[in-house]
């Protein structure tokens, strides 16, 4: 599964932001560019019963949006509509303003902190030494801390109400003052954490940025690009081992394009060890995904007949058939003449198989997966539940496997971008948002590798 920066992807310094104008107008949009483009809407307007549903949550959020004065919130309204939609990879992210502020010049600095929005934001009275001793106090795998940003702006993240955090400024800049609330964190019902971010407070074109599936992993905030100062090191995207005589474990975290010559040089170390031993514990958990070449060299342990290659369909629209102009010259001459709103495949004469050779050992394999295997590595779930020797043990996947081949487009009033699925597998595609179920579940009360383990021992 990728991870975007949602606040850092689009930086732009402008003299005058773009004009304002209302939520309900952006989402009318937003709804009318997805209904027109998405792969994932199609599906829901060919079942009635899903249809009447979508209309009815449709109307529901054009009825509260309609009363949203704030163009800072507008986010909140789309990420419904999103949910709504059941796509994953579609998505809508802030474009980023900054103003053209010249930070060396006081008079200028005066000015904008003496502004009324500025004055706004709250200033929270805190005893800095204080602040620092309890935290400091604090282990590297809870959330409050003292995080510091890329930019080196030094947070204390401190527990409010139960499911509340405040991110309050330890260090004076040229834009902020110590007590200062740059952002909060709510935590969600799955553990995720709903972030009102203040980039009003450093001059952005938003007041508050409203940021849903928020997660903090190790000390570490991704998407705002904090860190914890004694954040717990980088997991390991990778570990190979020996369980025990009969047995090898592999655990691979990612699938990211970048690591395929480090996974390819992997491979090629530990494929002839692994075919030596009867048994594989497959650990994907947690694998996001990436690309599927990142993958391809485990085929052959796990193949044991034909294997089917899912069908990728593009949906044909004016605005699809725009965004692939010089992209893929041969597939834009057979979009432009296929008939306009419909699905036709991504490839001619595409592959439809997968063959191997095999190999006798591993005889069996166990394959750990969970709600984080996400997108390519669920390309690998796919493959490896066609073959007579796989065993799954887990929880549904994630959910991301369904659309791709993502575009996008600036939404009008220019504060939010667009980001829309353009094709859908024919088949995988009934994943998309509920995951793949394993053969075997499991819950996080037992150890998972001891019930591969006993599981692999009943074969024996």
């Not at 990211?256 to 010559?261: E, N, Q, S």
Request: overall charge positive; proline content about 4%.
């Amino acid at each position: 599964m990728k991870h975007i920066s949602i606040l850092f992807f689009l930086l732009y310094s402008i003299n005058l932001f773009a004009q304002e104008c209302t939520c309900k107008e952006q989402f009318l949009f937003v709804k009318q560019y997805y209904e027109n483009n998405n792969p994932a809407f199609q599906q829901i307007k060919d079942d009635r019963q899903l249809y009447n549903k979508y209309k009815s949550a449709v109307a529901q959020i054009t009825g509260k949006i309609a009363k949203e004065r704030n163009t800072d919130l507008c986010n909140i309204y789309f990420n419904e509509y999103l949910k709504v939609l059941k796509d994953h990879h579609s998505h809508i992210d802030f474009k980023l303003q900054k103003k053209n502020m010249d930070l060396s010049s006081q008079t200028v600095l005066d000015s904008f902190k003496a502004s009324p929005s500025y004055r706004a934001f709250k200033l929270k009275k805190i005893d800095t030494s204080q602040v620092i001793a309890q935290l400091n106090n604090k282990p590297a795998n809870d959330i409050e801390g003292i995080y510091v940003s890329e930019s080196g702006i030094t947070v204390a993240v401190m527990q409010g109400d139960r499911n509340h955090y405040e991110g309050i400024v330890l260090k004076k800049n040229k834009l902020l003052d110590v007590g200062h609330i740059l952002f909060t964190l709510t935590r969600e019902e799955d553990g995720s954490f709903l972030c009102a971010y203040n980039l009003g407070l450093l001059g952005f074109n938003f007041n508050t940025a409203f940021i849903n599936n928020m997660r903090i992993v190790n000390g570490k905030i991704p998407k705002m690009g904090f860190n914890k100062i004694n954040a717990g090191p980088d997991e390991k995207l990778w570990e190979f081992r020996p369980l025990n005589d009969d047995t090898y474990y592999l655990s691979l975290r990612s699938f990211a394009y970048h690591l395929k010559p480090q996974l390819d040089s992997l491979y090629r170390e530990i494929i002839p060890k692994i075919a030596q031993k009867k048994f594989l514990i497959l650990d994907i958990r947690d694998n996001g995904g990436g690309s599927e070449s990142c993958y391809f060299d485990l085929l052959p342990l796990i193949y044991t007949k034909p294997m089917n290659v899912d069908e990728v369909q593009v949906w044909v629209s004016p605005d699809n058939i725009k965004s692939y102009e010089g992209v893929n010259e041969e597939l834009l001459s057979r979009m432009k003449n296929a008939k306009p709103f419909s699905f036709i495949p991504q490839k001619e004469h595409a592959v439809t198989k997968l063959e191997y050779t095999g190999a006798r050992y591993p005889e069996k394999i166990a394959l750990l997966f969970n709600k984080g295997t996400a997108s390519s590595a669920e390309g690998l779930v796919t493959y490896a539940i066609q073959s007579e020797k796989v065993i799954t043990l887990g929880q549904h996947s994630g959910g991301f496997m369904g659309y791709g081949d993502v575009k996008s487009t600036e939404i009008p009033c220019g504060k939010f971008i667009l980001f829309t699925t353009t094709t859908k597998y024919k088949e995988n595609s009934k994943y998309e948002f509920v995951g793949i179920p394993p053969m075997i579940p499991l819950d996080n009360k037992v150890d998972w590798i001891q019930a591969a383990l006993a599981e692999l021992a009943k074969t024996k």
